[in-house]
């Protein structure tokens, strides 16, 4: 796919960021006393165990942090005061050809054996010392004769912390994999805008739009139309093409391992409950964008969580949905079942990345993933929502807190689903960089 990036300055970047990435892991290695990091590429993983079929290769982030490769059962070799080497296993295969890596770049950054098959991997850490193994297959560490040091707890711990902290090559493969990503809303905002589709339909103007085959996703998409929206993670799409007042879209792109996670929903329709369905959109990205403002050095996460359901309680009063005052409405747990999710996660090599949920949030915020203290170099997404999802309108309704809710307005729009709107946002040390309204407003 072309792209505005300049590969000489992603080539120089990711050099700076594999030197940093070096002294962190030898550093690691010493405080954990290891002479040697190997970090498996990953296998295919059977989709059962009655059948022959894999699903595609997901390959290990750690090793991905080092290089965007996805050739299975291979593995790099990190030492201390030597490049990181990786030992390819690119034997020929006439069954399956391996994936073309998106950008060559990284070749002339690292050292390379080929035609490394696992089970000649001890030869090339002969003499080494205490070796531990990073990865996902129990089978090629125990090959590799590293079943007894497979992903060491303190270890692994120090290497998911690098991963909080993205360098400016990490911030490169973020920012593009948001432009990317906003092609494909844009494509499918415009089909829900002017035309009659299913939700199939949406998910392949996606795919077609951003260049994805459905597997290169960074998360299944989803594509809800109506009450549909109101199941969180709705994948399950309608192939029915009858009209449709309401789109919810929660799509992303992989660029180089590393992943954008974007919503946007829309509205079509002049009727009553449509008008003030579109209110209540317009509402949450004030909102939304307030809370992008909001995301400051310092700010620790929960607090802008906590803070989010005081605004969704000014929300609801404003919209008529719920009545009462801001601090009943979040104190009688009104607002917790209309947002019944956290407002943000790390973001990288994994949609919801590491490092960032390892304190446990508050009871009341179970599904918070990111609780730590806003910090430079951090990249998350800060998607609040506000959801009209049965069961817990149910709960609601039966609680001490039903008097607070205009049920007739709720009953209304219901078959909307409900407003998401979410962004990725990097943290730099003089300022929050919002990787996705550089491409797409709402
Ligand atoms: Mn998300």
Known sequence: MNHALDPRALAAAHAQHLRSLQAAYERAMDEEQFDAVVVHSGAPLKKSLFDDQYHPLRATPHFQHWIPLVTPRSALLIRKGHPAKLLWNNHVDFWEGPAEPESPHFWALIEVAEGVLPEQVPDHMRGLGRVAYIGDSEADAATFGLGASRNPVGLLAKLDELRVFKSEYERICLAEANRRACLGHAAV????????HSELDLHLIYLRATEQDDADTPYKNIVALDRHAATLHHVSYGRSRERAQSLLLDAGARFLGYDSDITRTAVKGTGEAATVFRALIAKMETLQTTLCAEARTHVMFEDLHDRTHALLAEVLREVGIARGSASELVAQGVTRKFLPHGLGHSLGLQTHDVGCARIKPRPENPFLRNT???????????????????????????SSASPLVDWKLVDSLRSFGGVRIEDDLAVSETSVHNLTRRFLQN
């Open 189 to 196: 905002l415009a089909a829900f805008r002017t035309g009659e």
């Open 372 to 398: 730590r203290r806003i910090e430079p170099g951090q990249v998350f997404t800060i998607e609040p929502g506000c959801y009209f999802i049965e069961p817990l309108l149910d709960e609601l309704r039966s």
